[in-house]
């Protein structure tokens, strides 16, 4: 591996992990937006700093781009709290006019004799290729205390990101601690501009830390996974554009976080759309069988009693169901021996019929409940029995009996089946 | 809560009183909240902070916290100001005033009641852990401690707040609508926890916003209306009459002065610009 390389590598996974720790405080305090100012409000800093020195040394350039972001920040929390302006237009407000006015410099500059060897627009969206070994020890500076500042007050940071008032109650500066929270995201931001640029900067703090959050409950989890994957697409973004001619290196690690986050998005297990979309369609399976068995167990009761066969039709006709569904709820009431098919159609097997009057029983127990307690005429509280007897559990039904007395018919005058019985 | 290293466990009616408030102005911004507020809370009681919407009751308590800044007067804790007491203090914040998805465990929320013991740069251990267990024990929720608190019902939060002060072990309690949005369950737990803290000589002060089980629930009570209209026990001063006059009539002259207050400062900006 060339030098050149080691050293892009080594500076974008650890911008990368900076920006998934203190992005992940950043999402839960819900100041992803002021990052995002705070990066486009530096742009002004870093031309200026170099039209008054004259030199492109990353220090100089970066105590401009942080003098302008503080200022940035400052204005932001002026603004909101000395006049009737929200936040959310403040941080637009300091966004746009910061960054116009920064766009406005950069042209300028550019356009003024030898302007164009500045390579400063290089800041607009990173170029992680012409970091050096002296960037690189400016990041290691500043880049690794704040890493270990988050490690030793963890607690304190976690306590004032869920509960300042309870922080403050308990004698903590919270004012002090919030501000150094915050200064630690606008050095991350500034440590970010040269690598990821301006305008995509902000994407590096949330995207890791909200593809994080899908997978943990754990703030002491959260905050190193997100390092953990801050770390890995920054490192993976930065081989691309070194690989790709002509690929900037913000838009990769950018492209490489996304695709974290919309994977956590997706898979996670307890917070992921895929899980919940299993969950959901495992739910409805689950009360289009009930409701086969209680149609079944219905005919049977109308036949004057036990199992009988009904044909196809005439469930599908029962019921405002699609076949597709109805196919799918009679193959895994088959498959689990509840339904057996005979060449009249339909029929409970004795295991299906103690389970399809198990459903009938939750059913008038509540109806039974309804009109009794809720005072509810006969024919209000069947729509309702419909939702309910796919939702209660073995020990509500059971408290449900004790506060009845043991009822034997619901308010229809329909037997409830005994518990456990067909 | 640790029994034997307790500071709570004193004689009740000591003649120190728990709370004490001399002449107490909070303003927000321009808008007047409590104006000269003066009044001395029992300690070893159960103090019911009573008053309409906007009537300044949780200021109240974040101004005796030192939350809110204020504009003048001062607040004694057990005779001496809070920055000098705050071990001796529990804090019970209004449930919505915190974001429950936040990744946390019930456990680990209890557990931040003592970082104050702990320090800066300590992290709670097994020690903590089990005291945070044994507070979740006492509302009843020891079955819950692994879970995410955002998978908690609004009766089961309530509680984990209320265990995390439990495990603050203080003299004295602050507790801002503690019976707020609770189930019959939690109501229950929590009025059982009251009676067991005073019956342990520490004093609550608690905003209540239910008139109704104010005499039921607690034997002191403030009534409070921007400026304190009594002051005393529920038997005595929880009348028919103190009501009226903390609850009748909202626009008084003083709540009228009020509105001109705020009013004045956006005439003044445009003036400006």
């Known amino acids: 591996m060339s030098l050149a390389l080691r050293n892009v590598l080594l500076g974008a996974s650890l911008l990368g992990m900076l920006g998934g720790v203190l992005g992940s405080f950043a999402l839960l305090r819900r100041q992803s937006l002021l990052s995002d100012s705070v990066a486009h409000a530096s742009l002004p800093g870093v031309v200026l700093a170099f039209v008054l020195t004259g030199s492109k040394d990353p220090l100089a350039l970066l105590l401009g781009a942080l003098a302008a972001g503080v200022a940035g920040a400052l204005f932001i929390l002026l603004v909101t709290r000395q006049s009737r302006i929200r936040e959310d237009s403040a941080f637009g407000i300091v966004l746009s006019v910061f960054f116009g006015v920064g766009i406005v410099l950069l042209t300028w500059v550019q356009r003024s004799p030898g302007g164009n060897q500045t390579g400063l627009d290089r800041f607009l969206f990173g170029q992680a290729a012409t970091l050096m070994a002296s960037d690189l020890r400016l990041m290691a500076l500043f880049g690794v205390p704040a890493l270990l500042l988050v490690f030793l007050l963890f607690k304190e940071f976690k306590l004032l990101s869920f509960d300042r008032g309870f922080a403050a109650s308990l004698g903590r500066p919270v004012r002090a601690l919030e501000m150094l929270l915050t200064a630690l995201l606008v050095l991350v931001v500034v440590l970010g501009l040269q690598t990821v640029g301006i305008i995509l900067m902000v994407a590096t703090l949330v995207a890791p830390a909200a593809a994080a959050r899908q997978w943990t409950d754990d703030l002491a989890l959260m905050v190193p996974l997100a390092g953990l994957i801050g770390g890995v697409s920054g490192a993976v973004g930065a081989l691309a554009s070194h690989v790709l001619p002509q690929m900037p290196t913000g838009p990769a690690i950018v492209l490489v976080a996304t695709a974290a986050f919309v994977l956590s998005l997706l898979a996670a297990p307890r917070r992921g759309l895929v899980g919940e979309l299993l969950r959901r369609r495992g739910v409805s399976l689950r009360i289009r069988r009930e409701n086969l068995l209680k149609d079944l167990y219905s005919e049977g009761e109308a036949a004057g009693g036990g199992r009988v066969a009904v044909p196809l039709a005439r469930l599908l006709a029962r019921r405002d169901m699609p076949r597709r569904c109805l196919r799918r709820a009679l193959r895994s009431l088959t498959g689990a021996g509840l339904v057996e098919r005979t060449p009249l159609g339909l029929r409970l097997s004795p295991a299906g019929e103690v389970a399809a009057a198990g459903v009938v029983r939750k059913h008038r127990l509540w109806e039974t409940y309804l009109s009794r307690f809720l005072e509810l005429d006969g024919d209000h509280v069947h729509r309702d029995a419909e939702d309910m007897e796919h939702v209660l559990g073995d020990d509500e039904v059971a408290a449900l009996e004790e506060r009845l007395g043991h009822p034997t018919v619901d308010p229809h005058g329909e037997p409830i089946p005994p518990r456990g019985a067909p | ?273």
């Not at chain 2, 001399?22 to 409590?34: E, G, I, Q």
């Open chain 2, 1 to 273: 809560m640790n029994p034997d290293a307790t500071a709570g466990a004193l004689p009740a009616d000591g003649a120190e009183p728990a709370v004490e408030i001399h002449d107490l102005t909070v303003t927000y911004r321009t808008k007047p909240v409590l104006w000269d507020l003066d009044a001395s809370l029992p300690a070893g009681h159960l103090v019911a902070i009573v008053g309409p919407n906007g009537a300044g009751k949780s200021t109240l308590l974040k101004a005796a916290l030192g939350l809110v800044p204020r504009n003048t007067g001062w607040v004694k804790i057990f005779g001496r100001p809070y920055e000098k007491q705050r071990r001796l203090v529990g804090y019970v914040p209004q449930r919505e005033s915190v974001d429950w998805d936040f990744p946390t465990s019930a456990l680990d929320v209890v557990t931040m009641g003592l970082y104050g013991g702990l320090g800066w740069l300590r992290r709670p251990g097994r020690r903590e852990r089990a005291t945070a267990a044994a507070c979740l024990e006492k509302v009843g929720m020891a079955d819950f401690a692994g879970r995410q608190i955002s998978q908690l019902s609004g009766g089961q939060q309530q509680r984990v707040f209320l265990a995390r002060a439990l495990a603050q072990d203080a003299r004295l309690y602050f507790m801002d609508e503690p019976f707020a949005g609770v189930d019959a369950t939690t109501e229950r737990a929590i009025l059982e926890l009251l009676q067991t803290l005073r019956a342990e000589g520490r004093t609550v002060v608690a905003v209540h916003h239910d008139l109704q089980t104010v005499a039921g629930y607690f034997d002191h009570v403030v009534l409070l209306n921007m400026r304190l209209v009594a002051a005393g026990p529920v038997a005595t001063t929880f009348t028919d009459e103190n009501l009226q006059r903390t609850y009748g009539g909202r626009l008084t002259v003083l709540s009228q002065a009020a509105e001109a207050l705020t009013r004045q400062k956006p005439f003044a900006r445009d003036r400006a610009s």
